[in-house]
Structure formats: C-alpha cells, structure tokens
Nanobody, 125 residues
C-alpha cells in the first residue's frame, strides 16, 4: 500500500522560506519520478517541480531559482525548499509519485502520477 504524507506547510510573510517534506512508504519502484504540485482556489493544479531517481530535476518557470526539490533516495522521501516566497505561491501543495518505474524526463502533468498525498497548505501574505 503506497502512502504519501506531506508536512511543513504554514503561513509565512512574503520573502520568507518554508521546507515541505513528503514521506513515502510502500513505494517499491527503483526507478521513479516524484513531483510537487500546487493548487490555488479556483485554479487548476499545476506542477512546480519534479525529481527522478537518477537525481535529475525540473521546475516550472514560476518557481525556478526560488524552489529546490531534493530527495532522500534511500527512503524515497522528497523535499521542496521554497525561498523568496510570494503571495502568488499561496496554494495547497501536493506530492506525487509516478504510477510506473520511469524517470520524469521533464516536468510531467498530473495524469503521469498514480499516487498522491493529501496536501499541505502554504499561505504567503
């Protein structure tokens, strides 16, 4: 049973930082893609960062240079360091894992991922 649990969200002032964590259990693929998505009220879910098992990363233009995705390969836990936060970063943030044993090869859209966490709220004022 695959389970993803996000943590680390909260409220922060513009310019501040947060570090999101995604604890992954039951996921057995040795080759994989993990992603972070976000969804603001009234907007579609968008991918912000992705990391493959080989360590390659991808970012959306809106967060490039401010956010950093990383992983603990041994545990398949994934992290998102968010710096220089802006009010437009306010959203529910979700982590996701690929449904098969493939690398990301870029920033993938939602259907690529088969496993999702429940989300953690980030509010920037």
């Amino acid at each position: 049973h695959v389970q993803l649990v996000e943590s680390g969200g909260g409220s922060v002032q513009a310019g501040g930082s947060l570090r999101l964590s995604c604890s992954v259990t039951g996921y057995t693929y040795s080759r994989y893609c993990m992603g972070w998505f976000r969804q603001a009220p009234g907007k579609e879910r968008e991918g912000v960062a992705a990391i493959s098992s080989d360590g390659s990363t991808s970012y959306s233009d809106s967060v490039k240079g401010r956010f950093t995705i990383s992983q603990d390969s041994a545990k398949k836990n994934v992290y998102l360091q968010m710096n220089s936060l802006k009010p437009e970063d306010t959203a529910m943030y979700y982590c996701a894992a690929s449904r098969t044993n493939v690398n990301c090869n870029g920033l993938r859209s939602s259907p690529f991922f088969g496993y999702w966490g429940q989300g953690t709220q980030v509010t920037v004022s």
